[in-house]
């Protein structure tokens, strides 16, 4: 739909489920939907490969590609070597990674301006192309190169779903006391927005607040003992997570290193223990 806005000719959509296709056909108004995705190949010079990561190169390795079309992908994850079987039958094939959190269509919609789009191409025609459907989108775009993806994805797991498992852990916690998910929700989320707001203006490792930004290692030894006897997972990850927050806090400068010091040995001793 974002692409028809921009201006791209969106042919159309083929699916195993009927159901999809009528859905698509209802954002993107004047498409075809084809059961058959061998009918759509003759019809396109670009198709995107929606399908899981797990699904990419069977799908692809299917189907009768032309020489000169071009086959892309939208994982962060894998690189172009799972477009092999379209390669070998002389399609140009490429990679177009929104690095954007869609949970549901309506809100892909929304999140897709602004969005970075990681791009791996095997041409430069391709690549070209893919540069510009980012900027046309309302976007821009990073190259990774096909031994960084590991890295580049783990980093989104972490910035993105992880965040979600943070604040799940947070839920947790305030459900200890008899605060629901939904009024945690909303005690959460001015801090959430404020932090987000944080990173965004000023920056690692300025935007550090909190316990270990200002060494109170009494209130840390606190938490962690509340914690060991209530959800020893949750300890785990917050001795864990101690560990990777100390460089930020020394970074700022609030936390002296003999105080860093000492947390350290609190944090690995949790972890070891
Ligand atoms: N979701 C995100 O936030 C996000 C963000 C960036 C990139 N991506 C990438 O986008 C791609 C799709 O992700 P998604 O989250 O949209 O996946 P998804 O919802 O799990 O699957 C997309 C569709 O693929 C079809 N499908 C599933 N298994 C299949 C198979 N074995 N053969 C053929 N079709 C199959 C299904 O359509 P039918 O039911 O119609 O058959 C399904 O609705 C992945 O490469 C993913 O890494 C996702």
Redesign the pocket.
């Known amino acids: 739909m974002k692409l028809k806005e921009a201006g791209y000719e969106v042919v159309g959509v083929s ?3 009927e159901e ?1 296709i009528r859905r698509f056909l209802k954002y993107v108004e004047g498409a075809k939907g084809f059961k058959n995705p061998e009918a759509l190949l003759e019809e396109v010079e670009l198709i995107f490969v ?4 797990d ?2 190169r069977e ?1 692809v390795a299917s189907l009768p590609w032309k020489k000169g079309q071009k086959v892309v ?4 994850a894998l690189s172009l070597d799972v477009l092999e079987g379209a390669r070998k039958r002389g399609a140009e094939v490429g990679s177009f ?2 690095c ?3 949970a549901t269509i309506d809100q892909a919609i929304n999140n897709i301006p602004g969005s970075v789009f990681g791009i791996e191409a095997s041409s430069e025609e391709l690549r070209t192309l893919l540069e510009r459907m980012a900027l046309d989108l309302g976007g821009s775009y990073v190259f990774v190169p096909p031994e960084g993806k590991v890295f580049y994805h783990a980093s989104a797991v972490f910035a993105s779903n992880y965040l979600v498992a943070l604040v799940g852990v947070a839920l947790k916690l305030l459900d200890f006391i008899g605060i629901g998910k939904e009024e945690g929700t909303k005690l959460l989320l001015p801090l959430i927005w404020g932090t987000v707001n944080n990173i965004q203006n000023i920056g690692l490792p300025t935007c550090l607040t909190g316990p270990i930004a200002r060494g109170d290692i009494t209130v840390i030894k606190k938490h962690l003992e509340a914690l060991r006897e209530r959800d020893p997972q949750v300890f785990k990850l917050y001795a864990s997570l101690g560990l990777q927050t100390i460089p930020i806090a020394l970074g700022k400068g609030t936390l002296s290193e003999e105080r860093a010091k000492v947390l350290k040995e609190l944090f690995e001793k949790a972890l070891n223990s």
Do not use: E, K
Request: hydrophobic share 35%; no cysteine.
């Open positions: 699916s195993r489920s999809s929606t399908v899981p990561d699904a990419i799908v992908h939208a994982s962060g990674h929104p954007q959190a869609f």
